[in-house]
């Protein structure tokens, strides 16, 4: 019989090699085909519920790492809910309408203006579902647990139907509103656009200087005199109705070699040097507030443009008067109509000037800048023109410039009920907590949102025309819309004439409205997803109305937390989420932004072909998602190289508890030895400290507590001694059932609490904890106890924690030295103080064991400290080359090797192990290495 035989070595069919990419998707299958999701709804019926709504991402294209960052974040949260107490169903969502997809069919050569409306919608949703198949497999590969087979999709005729009954609930309240006002418009697109759908870029455009001829200066501004205004958009100048000052400023009057000018004296220094004004005259001063009403002379046209007071004029550029073109910017718009001054839009639909702009007419407006410089030239009127570079708003699709641009459009009124929008940002929780603050000033200072688009693909706006172009918005069309759109699809709008779409009663012969037509515009698509909380939380039985969570990214506070806060507040009075977490974006190694032209682009598919799924979620797990997050391939090797570490400490812990049976060998709290109820102690730290990190969705607090647990207690402490006792003692030893004890609830109390980020490993290790339930997620989640004594253990084991480092450092020093090679080579002898004296005599452990070492001494306090011995701040510790023998079994160095003549390669101890356990071994005698 050979010495190895006589050992418990560790052995366990759980592989070392995770093989991560080709077994995580056997586990996915077993998933599905048990229906595991389904069970553990079923399993957390009736428990309070936890609602996380998936803000639904747009169904074009396979996933990015914003994504991945993004669904799994989400799984972490709804797996460790489902396993923690509630009832958290997952419903994935989809957002399938838009520019986006009428793009990518464009690109394949289809073109709607030539195609009849409903092919084109059905190509649209076509190829919307087709992306959402290709996204669903992306997302699940991820290992995303959830309702796949029934999502929500803002195509569908049901969601369709309760985003027009939200519609309705806001024009009943008298929310909606048809208006000639300037908005974002994309000549790109030929559309408008809501502020979500804007990113603003560094473009340079031509500043210049403008002078006004004075026409009334209400006797005050002499009448040769000229105001001067300054712009960024010498396009807008034919549509100039007015210039608008401060009414708390200063402004003076200024002559100018053989001219006078106005501007506000505080920019008349900068002004002045800014246009090479010489030997500058004030010729008289007067405040804002008198210059109301004066009137200038259009430079180009000659007509009349009304002075007019606004608080939003500022010093910060410019010359203190703003050109005021109500047709073509918000605040101009606002203050003219304070001031009745006509709304003229110079621009059409394709970005080219129109009749409004004689003399430009037909000009792309970039061009109808330099005609415009020119002909203000002419007029001698042009003072300066000053290249600038500035930020500029653009269409986040086409990535062109937008303009401002008066348009009949319909419009959803904030301002009618901002103030309880802002009341119920009052009782949401954010994480992180700047979101209140960011969403807020957000709503406190938006405009009326723009509803309406001129496109093709979209839920229809559901109004109707009276023969003499009244809008109708009535309970009883828009509820029978409505009932249309959930029997037939939002395509019977386009499909029908408009009085085969109204109930009865409102197309007979009695009815006063004449012949009906209806709205072509459809909704814009942050309303379809806006209505999200009335379409999917108020209407799926299994979830419910507000959500406890909306997760997404940090643009959503002007996208869909935006967009959802108004819809919900206006049509039920209360925000539809109690919480938000935000995310930064995804970034390149370098901070820039993920781009193909770049070849920056890291795709989830990539790593899960390296490395597997579970690294990226273990990836998510580690870092600070609140701001924006680097990512590189890099970043997934290091992850990779922590997974294993966290894989190969639970494998060891598998392999040395392969004989243990829980219900026969487990040892009670109370009768294990005080190292090992110091090791449980420290789990139910890690649990306490663990589970509030789950609750506060730091994930990265969880990854930190439980490495460091795996590596510090357990890999460089607990389980590097335990080799001593696992595999040397006899197999039913109550010393070994013990550390098995520890070792098999660590196991199982980890793999339940790491399984809501590393699903497919905990998965994988559960058939060896031989539990219940037949899957790891249909388990609960451990719960934190508070042990008996468990702060003196923690006092007392922490202090001998500190004094074992230092006896590492002895060793190592001894090592450097060629004293030893191996610690179990050495023999250590403590100088205690008397405060190290008590705990190492009153800790009842065998310290050369936790040591690591073949002996070890503990002198009497005062006794002298040799020369050799490293000093500490609680005594001194010497190391020596132990005496003896190497005993085969245990590796220990030994006097007593041999000392048992049947077994001369072994100590005394391994020598009565294997009399008291191996006969065999005794009778024909033990097989030397030697």
Known sequence: MKVKETLNLAKTDFPMRAGLPTREPKWQKAWDENHVYQQRQKLNEGKPSFILHDGPPFANGNIHMGHALNKISKDIIVRYKSMNGFYSPYVPGWDTHGLPIEQQLAKKGVHRKEMDMVEYRKMCRDFALKEIDKQRIDF???????????????????YEADEIRTFGKMAEKGYIYHGLKPVYWSWSSESTLAEAEVEYKDVVSPSIYVAFPVKDGKGIVDPDAEFVIWTTTPWTIPANQGIAVNPKFNYAEVQVGDRKFVVAEDMLTQVSEELGWQDTKVLKTFTGKDMERMVAAHPLYGRDSLVINANYVTLDSGTGLVHTAPGHGEDDYNAGVKYGLPVVSVLDEHGIMNDNAPGFEGQFYEKANNTVMDALK????????????????????TKKPVVFRATTQWFASVDAFRQQILDQIEKVNFKPSWGKTRLYNMIKDRGDWVISRQRAWGVPLPIFYAEDKTPILEKATIDHVADLFEQYGSNVWFERDAKDLLPDGYTNEHSPHGEFTKETDIMDVWFDSGSSHQAVLAARPELSFPA??????????????????????????????RGILSQGFTLDSKGQKMSKSLGNVIVPDTVEKQFGAEIIRLWVATVDSSS???????????????????????????????????????????????????????????LKQSLAAYEAYDFATVDKTVTSFLVNDLSAFYLDFSKDVLYIEAEDDI?????????FEILLDLTKLLLPILPHTAEEIWPYLHQEEQFAYLAEMPKAQELAGADKLRAEWGKFMDFRSEVQKALEEARDAKVIGKSMEATVTVYPTAELADLLNGLNANIMQLLITSGYKLAEVGAAVPEGAVTFADGAVLVEHAAGDVCERCRMTTTDVGSDAKFPMLCARCAKIVRANFPEAVDAGLESKK
């Open 628 to 686: 924006d997050v680097r990512v590189s391939m890099d970043n997934f090797k290091q992850t990779s190289d922590a997974y294993r570490k966290i894989r190969n400490t639970m494998r060891f812990m598998l392999a040395n508890t392969t004989d243990f049976d829980v219900k026969k060998d487990a040892v009670a709290y109370d009768d294990l030895g005080s190292v090992d109820q110091y090791m449980l102690v420290r789990l139910n730290d890690v």
């Open 735 to 743: 010393k070994r059932r013990r550390m098995q004890t520890v070792m």
């Open 548 to 577: 406890d969570l909306y997760l997404e990214g940090s643009d959503q506070y002007r996208g869909w937390f935006n967009s959802s806060l108004i819809t919900s507040v206006a049509a039920t009075g209360q925000a539809p989420y």
């Open 378 to 397: 002419e007029k001698n009127a042009l003072l300066k023109l000053v290249p600038l570079t500035h930020s500029y708003p653009h269409d986040w699709r």
């Open 140 to 158: 699940k590969r991820l290992g995303v647990a959830g309702d796949w087979d029934h999502p929500y999709i803002t195509l569908q005729k049901e």
